[in-house]
């Protein structure tokens, strides 16, 4: 290509300048607090140090990078010496790349960290998952076991997301039925998951079996008017825009991070009908080539301290000892203790899979 | 450079003892060989795996059918395959109108700011790929930049909705288009105006002319690359992964990646079943384009002494004409790129936020902070130096053992090193993986950066030969006859006198490999390991997952750093894009 010398060199400055604006101050943070009764159950040191010896933890997971970096950056501060590297993968990509490397052999994941139950039900099934109870377990609420090894790291909730410039925050609809009934009006402007994401059919399965036909219903008027995308990080992206005036079922991790970021654009809502919370369950693999630092960051993970770490970055704190404004008990006064739909990864969700994705995307994907 | 400079060092000649120590058929055969293995070898795997019940890297299993047989049953597939028919024909359309037209307008009118109409055409060639379907899905989503600035303007929606067939293959036409012109481009500079000329003096107009003499004559130009677009649009798949999902629209490319990544277990044998399928017919392709194009002498016009082409003047209906191509541009190639530069430089892009009230370089300190992102750029930069360093120096002595040498077998060379230009990236990537998992099942070969440097540089052999093989048949042959005469063996005479020539255009095709291994990436979606992060796959990850500012800032990146070498090429050995 001809790049004139001159427009080369005129574009240097305009850079420059940019660059010297400087950084914008960081958006406060959401508050937590460990409380001062809080357990501390951590890991032998023996096996923090034999962590120290190891290569970094290589973590795979559906959170994307702006959430899980602060978590890391927190725990690396903790434990000096035990470096994370942390690979965001959606959808059933987090599985499939553990799998294809532990089979071919190469490096791959110790630890994953997703909320696709039913993939973490043939994955228990395999035999892929390493033995092992971290020592936080007594402490922990008896939801939070999932069960083959595997335990919630957060109990995220799917909330609805506005851009308030489209549709003021006295206007905005407090459940799934009533946005059913704004579908015509804003058909297009609508957004949720794909039905193929993480999230996307744990909480479609939690709507459903506690609403049944009727959520059918809801979801039939919705559908057509829905546009479908593969991240958060889209859906975020076009509701600035004002491509989308709400998307529904979006990831409670954008409670901490782009609602706060954007608060002049965004505001975000519990849907009465429609908080389902879906445990993000994380679990050592046994093709774990770190395993002990991979316990390392288990047992933080699962730590109050850990917890509190991961309300600032969107996580979803269940522990008792861990006060978060985004937290289990927050959403349960929100929404009412009834009303919290909680996602589990029994039998009931694998089996009915293939059915409820092929009726949904026939309403969806017409 | 003139050939009368080279130096010729008589006493650097061998003596004949050590001539025939090693015959020089037997190093061509050996080289020829090797090449084979690397650039069509793969291959076979990828056939073997789509024939067998098990992956190859496990132990057992047996010859099958059922791969293609599920393949061809399941009606997503041939859904994929009808949007991906529709999408690449629309593509080749336009893009041989788009691209045809405006090298024609280029090489042969009085149009004004030809300059500037050449870089804003030619751009999407050289920059990275992906940052431009970026800048489209910022710009002209049905809520972008453009789209609204489009609608506050004119009153109404814009006429194309970028997350269907048609609104994809305009992304794709404005990152083909510049192949079909350089290809028509080429053609046009070298063909003898005395043609039109008698086609004036019987009485034509200049347009007259133009049309129909010169254009019938791009016939072969423009199948060619018209052929090598239609290949090119049945594989994208940035395109589908990242435009593709809002409107659930599945391309080849998107389901044959769903089907490996989205899929537990990974499907392997029906996506090696489907890389196949897209193989064959690329490969049919091929032999059609042959068939089509006829014989190739029908087409040489060029005998004795060219001389250059008149221009046609267009009268004042040029100055029509260049508003109208630059808006296009303006609209295709820089809004959406300036779309990306601002969304890098921004805590938010949106029309309710003036863009200059939110300026901030966080997004930068962000990608630099992330470790995956940093690690990546590292490794591009790697294997774009090593990489492009070694496939110039193979590629040169491949195509003077092609062009230069009596060896039987040097026909096949030339097409072996022509041919991985049709080969889908996705079909290259998987091909070295599985080669990969059969030569080295425990893995520790596919833990280091080589697959994906080799897969990459198989990939642009095609590039580096195209911008190699010109500069070689420049160079007449009498200074190696004369050295050979002298008693130098022909690898003497190839080393010491063809390729010291040759070095300028050596160095002319790292730098367009360079840039080319810098932003490739489908190969490396099968091939990455956790260590083996490369700066195009991890933008696509991004692209899928992340949020605007940082990932637009990762491709802010991506394009400073292709710029960057780019205008260094260009001052240093003034190299010029091509394809």
Redesign the interface.
Same mark, same amino acid.
């Given at each position: 290509?001809?790049?004139?010398?001159t427009a080369?060199l005129a574009s240097v400055p305009l850079?420059l300048a940019?660059?010297a604006?400087?950084?914008?101050a960081?958006a406060d943070q959401p508050q937590a607090q460990v409380r001062a009764n809080a357990t501390f159950t951590p890991v032998g040191d023996d096996v923090i140090a034999a962590a120290k010896t190891e290569q970094p933890v290589?973590v795979y997971g559906n959170a994307?990078?702006?959430q899980m970096?602060p978590v890391i950056q927190a725990f690396q501060t903790k434990y000096p010496g035990i470096t994370v590297?942390?690979?965001?993968?959606?959808?059933?990509?987090t599985?499939?790349?553990y799998?294809?490397?532990a089979?071919?052999?190469?490096?791959?994941?110790d630890l994953l960290m997703d909320n696709d139950g039913r993939?973490w039900s043939?994955?228990v099934a395999k035999g892929q998952v390493l033995d092992y109870r971290d020592p936080n377990m007594p402490s922990l609420p008896k939801f939070a076991d999932l069960g083959g090894g595997v335990v919630a790291v957060s109990e995220d909730p799917l909330v609805a997301m506005f851009n308030k410039?489209l549709l003021p925050e006295d206007k905005q609809p407090t459940s799934l039925a009533k946005i059913a009934d704004l579908a015509t009006q804003y058909k297009?402007k609508i957004s949720t998951y794909?039905i193929?994401d993480s999230l996307g059919y744990p909480s479609a399965y939690a709507y459903l079996e506690k609403n049944g036909q009727s959520g059918w219903d809801v979801l039939t008027k919705l559908g057509p008017a829905t +546009? !479908?995308?593969?991240?958060a @990080?889209?859906m +975020? !992206?076009?509701l600035?825009? @004002?491509?989308?005036v709400v998307a529904y079922n979006i990831s409670g991790s954008v409670r901490a991070?782009?609602v706060r970021?954007?608060s002049?654009?965004l505001n975000f809502r519990y849907l009465t009908d429609d908080t389902p919370l879906i445990p993000r369950g994380v679990a050592v693999t046994k093709a774990a080539k770190s395993p002990n630092g991979a316990k390392v960051f288990l047992n933080y993970l699962l730590s109050a301290e850990g917890q509190a770490a991961g309300c600032k970055s969107g996580f979803t704190p269940y522990r008792e000892d861990v006060d978060c404004e985004y937290g289990l008990n927050a959403i349960k006064a929100a929404v009412g203790e009834n009303n919290v739909l909680y996602g589990d990864y029994g039998p009931g969700m694998v089996s009915h899979q293939p059915e409820i994705a092929q009726r949904w995307?026939g309403i969806?994907?017409k | 450079m003139s050939v009368i400079d080279a130096p010729f060092d008589a006493a650097a000649l061998p003596d004949r003892r050590r001539r025939s120590r090693v015959p020089t058929g037997l190093t061509h055969y050996a080289l020829w060989a090797l090449a084979m293995i690397v650039i069509v070898g793969p291959l076979v795997p990828v056939l073997g795996a789509s024939l067998w019940t098990k992956?190859l890297?496990?132990s057992g299993g047996h010859l099958t059918v059922a791969n293609y047989a599920h393949l061809f049953a399941d009606p997503q597939w041939w859904g994929a395959v009808r949007n991906s028919l529709l999408f690449a024909v629309t593509t080749t359309v336009g893009a041989t109108v788009f691209g045809t037209l405006g090298a024609v307008l280029i090489a042969r009118t009085d149009l004004p700011g030809k300059?500037f109409i050449?870089?804003m055409l030619?751009?999407p060639?050289?920059l990275p790929g992906l940052v431009l379907i970026l800048g489209w899905n910022?710009f002209w989503?049905?809520?972008?930049?453009g789209s609204?600035w489009f609608q506050s303007l004119f009153g109404i929606t814009v006429p194309f909705n970028l997350?269907s067939i048609p609104g994809m293959a305009l992304v794709s036409i404005s990152m083909t288009a510049p192949i079909v012109f350089f290809f028509v481009r080429g053609v046009l500079s070298n063909l003898d105006s005395t043609l039109e000329d008698a086609a004036r003096s019987s009485g034509a107009s200049p347009l007259r002319a133009l049309v129909s003499v010169t254009v019938p004559l791009l016939r072969p130009a423009i199948l060619n690359s018209g052929l090598l677009v239609f290949a090119l649009a049945l594989e994208v798949l940035g395109i589908a992964?990242i435009l593709g999902?809002?409107?659930?629209i599945d391309l080849i490319g998107s389901y044959l990646y769903?089907q490996?990544?989205?899929?537990?277990?990974?499907d392997q044998g029906l996506v090696s079943a489907g890389a196949v399928c897209l193989l064959v017919v690329v490969s049919l392709l091929l032999l059609l384009r042959n068939r089509l194009a006829g014989d190739a002498r029908r087409f040489v016009t060029v005998t004795g002494k060219p001389r250059a082409g008149v221009v046609v003047r267009l009268g004042p209906a040029r100055w029509v004409i260049a508003a109208v191509l630059i808006v296009v541009l303006l609209l295709g190639v820089v809004g959406p790129l300036a779309s990306v530069v601002l969304s890098a430089?921004t805590?938010?892009?949106?029309?309710?936020?003036n863009p200059l009230s939110?300026?901030?370089?966080?997004n930068f300190?962000?990608v630099l902070?992330?470790?995956?992102a940093t690690q990546s750029i590292g490794n591009s930069l790697l294997i774009a130096t090593i990489g492009g360093a070694v496939t110039t120096v193979v590629v040169a002595v491949l195509s003077i053992v092609a062009h230069r040498s009596t060896f039987r077998l040097r026909g096949s060379l030339q097409q072996a090193m022509l041919w991985p230009r049709t080969v889908p990236g996705l079909v290259a990537g998987m091909a070295f993986f599985w080669a990969f998992?059969v030569l080295s099942?425990?893995?520790?070969l596919?833990?280091s950066l080589i697959p994906i440097a080799i897969a990459f540089a198989v990939r642009n052999v095609a590039l580096a030969y195209s911008a190699f093989y010109p500069a070689l048949s420049a160079i007449g042959q009498d200074m190696e006859r004369a050295a050979r005469t002298s008693g130098a063996t022909w690898w003497r005479a190839a080393t010491s006198i063809v390729l010291r020539l040759v070095v300028p255009a050596m160095a002319a095709s790292f730098v367009l490999l360079f840039v080319a291994l810098l932003n490739e990436y489908d190969p490396a979606v099968f091939l990455v390991?956790?260590?083996t992060p490369v700066m195009g796959l991890t933008m696509l990850?991004?692209s899928?997952?992340?949020?605007?500012g940082?990932?637009a800032a990762f491709g802010v990146i991506q394009m400073?750093l292709t710029?960057l070498v780019?205008?260094l090429g260009?001052?240093a050995f003034g190299v010029?894009?091509r394809v």
């Amino acid at each position: 290509m001809k790049i004139t010398r001159t427009a080369w060199l005129a574009s240097v400055p305009l850079v420059l300048a940019l660059a010297a604006c400087g950084t914008s101050a960081p958006a406060d943070q959401p508050q937590a607090q460990v409380r001062a009764n809080a357990t501390f159950t951590p890991v032998g040191d023996d096996v923090i140090a034999a962590a120290k010896t190891e290569q970094p933890v290589l973590v795979y997971g559906n959170a994307n990078d702006e959430q899980m970096q602060p978590v890391i950056q927190a725990f690396q501060t903790k434990y000096p010496g035990i470096t994370v590297k942390y690979l965001p993968l959606g959808g059933a990509t987090t599985f499939q790349r553990y799998q294809g490397e532990a089979a071919t052999g190469v490096r791959t994941a110790d630890l994953l960290m997703d909320n696709d139950g039913r993939l973490w039900s043939d994955f228990v099934a395999k035999g892929q998952v390493l033995d092992y109870r971290d020592p936080n377990m007594p402490s922990l609420p008896k939801f939070a076991d999932l069960g083959g090894g595997v335990v919630a790291v957060s109990e995220d909730p799917l909330v609805a997301m506005f851009n308030k410039k489209l549709l003021p925050e006295d206007k905005q609809p407090t459940s799934l039925a009533k946005i059913a009934d704004l579908a015509t009006q804003y058909k297009g402007k609508i957004s949720t998951y794909e039905i193929e994401d993480s999230l996307g059919y744990p909480s479609a399965y939690a709507y459903l079996e506690k609403n049944g036909q009727s959520g059918w219903d809801v979801l039939t008027k919705l559908g057509p008017a829905t +546009v !479908t995308e593969a991240s958060a @990080g889209s859906m +975020v !992206t076009k509701l600035l825009q @004002g491509g989308y005036v709400v998307a529904y079922n979006i990831s409670g991790s954008v409670r901490a991070l782009a609602v706060r970021k954007y608060s002049s654009l965004l505001n975000f809502r519990y849907l009465t009908d429609d908080t389902p919370l879906i445990p993000r369950g994380v679990a050592v693999t046994k093709a774990a080539k770190s395993p002990n630092g991979a316990k390392v960051f288990l047992n933080y993970l699962l730590s109050a301290e850990g917890q509190a770490a991961g309300c600032k970055s969107g996580f979803t704190p269940y522990r008792e000892d861990v006060d978060c404004e985004y937290g289990l008990n927050a959403i349960k006064a929100a929404v009412g203790e009834n009303n919290v739909l909680y996602g589990d990864y029994g039998p009931g969700m694998v089996s009915h899979q293939p059915e409820i994705a092929q009726r949904w995307n026939g309403i969806f994907h017409k | 450079m003139s050939v009368i400079d080279a130096p010729f060092d008589a006493a650097a000649l061998p003596d004949r003892r050590r001539r025939s120590r090693v015959p020089t058929g037997l190093t061509h055969y050996a080289l020829w060989a090797l090449a084979m293995i690397v650039i069509v070898g793969p291959l076979v795997p990828v056939l073997g795996a789509s024939l067998w019940t098990k992956p190859l890297y496990e132990s057992g299993g047996h010859l099958t059918v059922a791969n293609y047989a599920h393949l061809f049953a399941d009606p997503q597939w041939w859904g994929a395959v009808r949007n991906s028919l529709l999408f690449a024909v629309t593509t080749t359309v336009g893009a041989t109108v788009f691209g045809t037209l405006g090298a024609v307008l280029i090489a042969r009118t009085d149009l004004p700011g030809k300059r500037f109409i050449t870089v804003m055409l030619v751009a999407p060639i050289v920059l990275p790929g992906l940052v431009l379907i970026l800048g489209w899905n910022t710009f002209w989503a049905p809520s972008g930049y453009g789209s609204s600035w489009f609608q506050s303007l004119f009153g109404i929606t814009v006429p194309f909705n970028l997350y269907s067939i048609p609104g994809m293959a305009l992304v794709s036409i404005s990152m083909t288009a510049p192949i079909v012109f350089f290809f028509v481009r080429g053609v046009l500079s070298n063909l003898d105006s005395t043609l039109e000329d008698a086609a004036r003096s019987s009485g034509a107009s200049p347009l007259r002319a133009l049309v129909s003499v010169t254009v019938p004559l791009l016939r072969p130009a423009i199948l060619n690359s018209g052929l090598l677009v239609f290949a090119l649009a049945l594989e994208v798949l940035g395109i589908a992964l990242i435009l593709g999902s809002p409107g659930g629209i599945d391309l080849i490319g998107s389901y044959l990646y769903g089907q490996w990544f989205q899929k537990v277990p990974a499907d392997q044998g029906l996506v090696s079943a489907g890389a196949v399928c897209l193989l064959v017919v690329v490969s049919l392709l091929l032999l059609l384009r042959n068939r089509l194009a006829g014989d190739a002498r029908r087409f040489v016009t060029v005998t004795g002494k060219p001389r250059a082409g008149v221009v046609v003047r267009l009268g004042p209906a040029r100055w029509v004409i260049a508003a109208v191509l630059i808006v296009v541009l303006l609209l295709g190639v820089v809004g959406p790129l300036a779309s990306v530069v601002l969304s890098a430089f921004t805590s938010v892009l949106s029309p309710f936020v003036n863009p200059l009230s939110v300026l901030t370089t966080s997004n930068f300190a962000s990608v630099l902070d992330n470790p995956l992102a940093t690690q990546s750029i590292g490794n591009s930069l790697l294997i774009a130096t090593i990489g492009g360093a070694v496939t110039t120096v193979v590629v040169a002595v491949l195509s003077i053992v092609a062009h230069r040498s009596t060896f039987r077998l040097r026909g096949s060379l030339q097409q072996a090193m022509l041919w991985p230009r049709t080969v889908p990236g996705l079909v290259a990537g998987m091909a070295f993986f599985w080669a990969f998992a059969v030569l080295s099942p425990g893995g520790s070969l596919r833990d280091s950066l080589i697959p994906i440097a080799i897969a990459f540089a198989v990939r642009n052999v095609a590039l580096a030969y195209s911008a190699f093989y010109p500069a070689l048949s420049a160079i007449g042959q009498d200074m190696e006859r004369a050295a050979r005469t002298s008693g130098a063996t022909w690898w003497r005479a190839a080393t010491s006198i063809v390729l010291r020539l040759v070095v300028p255009a050596m160095a002319a095709s790292f730098v367009l490999l360079f840039v080319a291994l810098l932003n490739e990436y489908d190969p490396a979606v099968f091939l990455v390991t956790p260590d083996t992060p490369v700066m195009g796959l991890t933008m696509l990850q991004l692209s899928l997952t992340g949020v605007g500012g940082p990932v637009a800032a990762f491709g802010v990146i991506q394009m400073v750093l292709t710029l960057l070498v780019l205008g260094l090429g260009r001052l240093a050995f003034g190299v010029r894009a091509r394809v």
